[in-house]
């Protein structure tokens, strides 16, 4: 299960093919009617499937434990849920009975997902960052995801790059993810053509030239190059993958990263970056993969 902002993906993962996928609209009520849309898609997968390991990947912060999501910005209501109780209450999961139920941070769901069977297949290190509706990332060191002491580790969207900037959705001045995401770049775009623009428009319209728009998603793409140079120094992982949806608008997105993150980077170590190859699928296949490795 792959919970969104926008939209709840599941699917089953049988050995390396992902042989059945589904997508739902996120509820926009609270979290109750997230889970039960959860609980009410799970069910019915295990009708054909019957699977005994469930993963669920969820943006924002979890607990120590991973079995509380603390927040998720960019889904109404999600604060402090109870999703593992939550969902083993609604599905009759018992630990006895072989059942088991993962929480993951969903941008390190597709992290593990696109280092095991993605583009950063047969690599010691990666980091994964997703660019959407917000911005996530997942840190793949020997192996294996690094959490962190606290299980925050890859939380690259709400690290401040601009002091006093926009405030993004976990309340915080400046958040990369509140200067660089789809969202951020749709609103600056909107606010500068005094017009809707969405970022799949900003983009089309930068390539045709337009200076305003050029200047909107040359600044978001200048922001996630830098933070990419910033990790390279700090982790100097093997190898970038960038997915989400914000990468889905081609070339000239990974071509503004690059160039930010070479002049960044210059003189410390070279940034290698690699297009995502698993999708939109890629939040689903990490979250089958975190249920297997734990």
């Not at 019957?50 to 927040?71: D, Q, W, Y």
């Not at 050029?214 to 997915?243: N, S």
């Amino acid at each position: 299960m792959d919970v969104g902002g926008t939209k709840i993906a599941c699917g089953v993962l049988r050995g390396e093919e992902l042989i059945e996928r589904h997508v739902q609209p996120t509820p926009e009520t609270g979290w109750e009617a997230v889970l039960d849309a959860v609980a009410a898609q799970v069910r019915e997968l295990q009708s054909r499937h019957p699977a005994t390991h469930i993963g669920v990947g969820v943006p924002g912060p979890l607990n120590a434990e991973r079995t509380r999501v603390k927040f998720a910005p960019n889904i109404y209501g999600f604060t402090d849920v109870p999703l593992v109780d939550g969902l083993r209450e609604r599905l009759g999961l018992r630990a006895e009975a072989g059942h088991r139920l993962v929480l993951e941070n969903d941008a390190k769901a597709a992290a593990l997902a696109e280092a095991h069977l993605g583009a950063a297949r047969g690599t010691e290190s990666s980091i994964y960052v997703t660019v959407s509706t917000g911005i996530g990332a997942g840190l793949v060191l020997g192996g294996k995801l690094w959490r962190g002491r606290h299980g925050v580790a890859g939380e690259l969207g709400h690290v401040t790059v601009q002091p006093g900037g926009p405030v993004s959705g976990a309340g915080l001045d400046g958040a990369l993810e509140a200067v660089a995401s789809g969202t951020a770049i749709a609103r600056d775009a909107s606010y500068a053509l005094n017009r809707e623009v969405s970022t799949a428009e900003a983009f089309a319209l930068a390539e045709q030239g337009h200076p305003a728009a050029r200047r909107v998603v040359g600044q978001a793409m200048r922001h996630i190059g830098i933070a990419l140079a910033d990790l390279q120094k700090v982790i100097d992982p093997e190898v970038f993958v960038l997915g989400g949806g914000v990468s889905a608008v081609g070339d000239s997105f990974f071509r503004g990263v690059q160039q930010a993150a070479d002049e960044y980077a210059g003189g410390f170590a070279p940034v290698t970056i690699r297009r995502a190859q698993l999708g939109q699928s890629a939040g689903v296949v990490g979250a089958a993969l975190a249920a297997l490795h734990g």
